[in-house]
């Protein structure tokens, strides 16, 4: 009873930020995203009979804590779903995910987990069905089931029986390259989901950010259906700035930005003053994503890399869904 599967992250276009349910983690509004082959987690999952525990590795290390109750909370979804109640795992992950640096390594790690897990367990899930499961580990981990651009649909329902990823584009689309430019790999003082919390509970800005998504889901997955790169880039951009504005209206206010995150939004800007047309996207956390075309890729690497502060800039293309190996 085991098995391995590999995850992909996924940058966020269209923000996640924030929960109407906190236990099945059921968004406040749908987002949508774009897979990268750049960044991923590959996780082997044995179950075992005569085991009494749970264990988990990551990159060779024991897991302890909150990082650990998290994936036995989750084995527990999946212990339930095939009813085998008694039986318990060894999990073993490698992330090529920089950890709560505004990454998205839970999204590859529970997507890489939910698949090896439910494979492992006996379990035939769809693509949907997996999306469903793995949103209940990490929200935008249900977006990393699929490769390309996908959407996550919020859902109406409160068993949250409709809350899942769907695909919009595969990674066949369109390519539009994206360079993680890395600033800082330690972890965040504040973590997304305390963040997101906060914000929702007591930003005065957070109902306006609301409002705004319908029509930027809308006029996104437009663009990306017409491959309109400033379409897409400029309501990327824009939609990241409008999450990152809820947080510095949060009581206490916060702000995952640090000097070297403005020093790349500003280049990113006079690259595109410059006749060369990039676009910034941050999550949770300082470091900055840029939306670039292929025939740019040279120039924006090396512009990125010349800004004091910047520590890596890797870059990805489109990433597929969950593989097996």
């Known amino acids: 009873m085991k098995a391995t599967a590999k995850a992909h992250t996924n940058i966020a276009l269209i923000k996640y930020w924030g929960k109407r349910n906190e236990r099945l983690i059921l968004p406040t ?102 999306s469903r499961l793995t949103r209940q580990g990490s929200g935008s981990a249900c977006r990393s089931i699929y490769g390309g651009f996908v959407e996550w649909e919020m859902g109406t329902r409160s068993d949250g029986l409709d809350s899942h990823a769907i695909s919009v584009a595969p990674a066949s689309h369109w390519d539009v390259r994206v360079a993680a430019v890395v600033l800082s790999a330690t972890e965040k003082k504040v973590s997304s989901r305390a963040g997101m919390k906060r914000t929702v509970e007591t930003s005065p800005f957070y109902q306006g950010w609301l409002d705004s ?59 595109r003053s410059n006749g060369i047309p990039a676009y910034f996207t941050i999550d949770a956390g300082p470091n900055v994503k840029v939306l670039y075309l292929p025939e740019n890729e040279e120039r924006v690497k090396e512009r990125l890399q010349e800004v004091p502060g910047v520590n890596s800039v890797t870059l990805s293309k489109p990433g597929p869904g969950v593989t097996y190996l």
Not at 218 to 237: H, L, M, P, V
Request: aromatic content about 8%.
């Open 213 to 271: 998504i319908p029509t930027d889901l809308r006029e996104i997955k437009a663009a990306i259906n017409a491959k309109d790169f400033e379409k897409t880039g400029s309501i990327a951009e824009a939609n990241c700035l409008k999450m990152h504005a809820t947080t510095l209206g949060a009581n206490p206010p916060f702000t995952y930005w640090h000097d070297t995150t403005l020093r790349v939004m500003q280049t990113v800007q006079e690259m």
């Open 29 to 130: 509004n749908s987002s949508l995203s774009l897979t990268l082959d750049g960044f991923y987690t590959t996780t082997s999952v044995a179950f075992h009979e005569e085991f009494l525990v749970d264990s988990f590795m990551l990159n060779d290390v024991p897991v302890t804590g909150e990082a650990f109750n998290r994936v036995t909370l989750f084995l527990d979804l999946l212990r339930n779903l095939s009813g085998k109640a008694n039986l318990f795992a060894e999990v073993k992950s490698t992330n090529e995910v920089p950890t709560a640096a505004g990454f998205a390594s839970s999204a590859s790690g529970f997507a890489a987990l939910a698949a090896a897990s439910s494979r492992a367990i006996g379990l035939e899930l769809s693509d949907e069905e997996l």
